[in-house]
């Protein structure tokens, strides 16, 4: 059964730093590429960013230069450290594991249930 538990949510004010993981179970970790979404209210799920089983990482133009994305491959782990943060960062984040290609469009395979971040100013 596959599993991914988001983790590392909360309140934080503008300016400060939050740390959210992801830790997955069922398949096979290290052959994936992850990415972290995010879903603000009232708005499209968006992508974050992401990382292939190699380690090549990309970013949404909102977020680069503040948030990096890593993975633990020993800890079936995908991590997003969040600094700087926005007001327009509050959003429900979620991880999603096993990028694959259907119909022509690229998707996720899996997806964790996501994990509240809410940035006050």
């Known amino acids: 059964q596959v599993q991914l538990v988001e983790s590392g949510g909360g309140s934080v004010q503008a300016g400060g730093s939050r740390q959210l993981s992801c830790a997955s179970s069922?398949?096979?970790?290290?052959?994936?590429?992850m990415g972290w979404y995010r879903q603000a209210p009232g708005k499209e799920r968006e992508l974050v960013s992401h990382?292939?089983?190699?380690?090549?990482?990309s970013y949404a133009d909102s977020v680069q230069g503040r948030f990096t994305i890593s993975r633990d491959n020993a800890q079936n782990t995908l991590y997003l450290q969040m600094n700087s943060l926005k007001t327009e960062d509050t959003a429900v984040y979620s991880c999603?594991?096993?990028?694959?290609?259907?119909?022509?469009?690229?998707?996720?395979?899996?997806w964790g249930q996501g994990t509240q971040v809410t940035v006050s100013s």
């Open positions: 999603a594991a096993c990028r694959v290609q259907r119909g022509g469009v690229w998707t996720y395979t899996y």
């Open positions: 069922g398949y096979r970790f290290t052959n994936c590429r």
């Open positions: 990382i292939s089983a190699d380690g090549t990482t």
